[in-house]
């Protein structure tokens, strides 16, 4: 069973500076791995995600995401954060393979960007 | 392009009684969800269907059920509503059935039981 655990309710931080937010994963074989951010009342959008390659995933907005297979994390990383980033994150992972296969979400971390 | 859209945006209903959320997608994607989102709880999954015709369970299908007529639609009903069932509902879709396709969600609907 694949899983994913982001271990932090919330993260603050203020406006300029760096910011993580944190996930693990748990598949049995090669994980697909997916950030989405959700604002107020909103669905959730697509930020990035890791197929292959580069363990240096960039997506939208400045956000890029680094794999570490060792550490079975995907950390979602911006080096400088905005007010505009404060939102809700999702870390997700599907299991690679064969035809369909569900997508299984982290509970979700908030994160908050002071001014 | 209107992507997902889901309707009613929210609803209060009392408990016991009939409700269906409608979404539909105008992107022709294979893969249509529906999950509900709870306060710590993060999305789960209620159901699925990989294709028009077909249709599966997620992690969380019980009291909810599913249809996938055509490729556009897929119609969550509440048989007999409860309290529980309180929460944000959320359609989603994915083109392809490889395990790289993004999925994109709705807007939501947000279900008040009584």
């Known amino acids: 069973a694949q899983s994913v655990a982001q271990p932090e309710d919330q993260v603050n931080v203020a406006e300029g500076n760096p910011l993580t937010v944190k996930c693990t994963y748990s598949?049995?074989?090669?994980?697909?791995l997916f950030w989405y951010v959700q604002y107020p009342n909103r669905g959730l959008q697509f930020l990035l995600k890791?197929?292959?390659?580069?363990?240096l995933v960039k997506g939208s907005y400045g956000f890029e995401a680094e794999f570490n297979k060792s550490q079975t994390s995907f950390h979602l990383k911006k080096p400088s954060a905005l007010v505009s980033d404060s939102a809700l994150y999702f870390c997700?992972?599907?299991?690679?393979?064969?035809?369909?296969?569900?997508?299984?979400f982290g509970k979700g971390t908030m994160l908050l960007v002071s001014p | 392009i209107a992507g997902i859209t889901q309707a009613p945006t929210s609803q209060i209903l009392a408990a016991g009684r009939r409700m269906t959320l409608r979404c539909t997608q105008d992107?022709?994607?294979?893969?249509m969800y529906w999950y509900r989102q709870d306060l710590g709880l993060g999305l789960r999954l209620i159901h699925y269907?990989?294709?028009?015709?077909?249709?599966g369970k997620g992690e969380v299908p019980d009291g909810y059920s599913v249809s996938r007529a055509n490729t556009d639609d897929f119609p969550l009903t509440l048989a007999s509503a409860v309290p529980s069932q309180t929460s944000v509902y959320f359609c989603?879709?994915?083109?392809?059935?490889?395990?790289?396709?993004?999925?994109?969600f709705g807007p939501g609907t947000r279900l008040t039981v009584l």
């Open positions: 989603a879709s994915r083109q392809g059935s490889a395990s790289t396709d993004t999925q994109y």
């Open positions: 598949v049995s074989g090669n994980p697909y």
């Open positions: 890791y197929i292959t390659g580069d363990n």
């Open positions: 997700a992972v599907r299991e690679g393979g064969e035809g369909y296969s569900t997508l299984t």
């Open positions: 992107m022709r994607h294979n893969a």
């Open positions: 269907s990989n294709t028009a015709g077909t249709t």
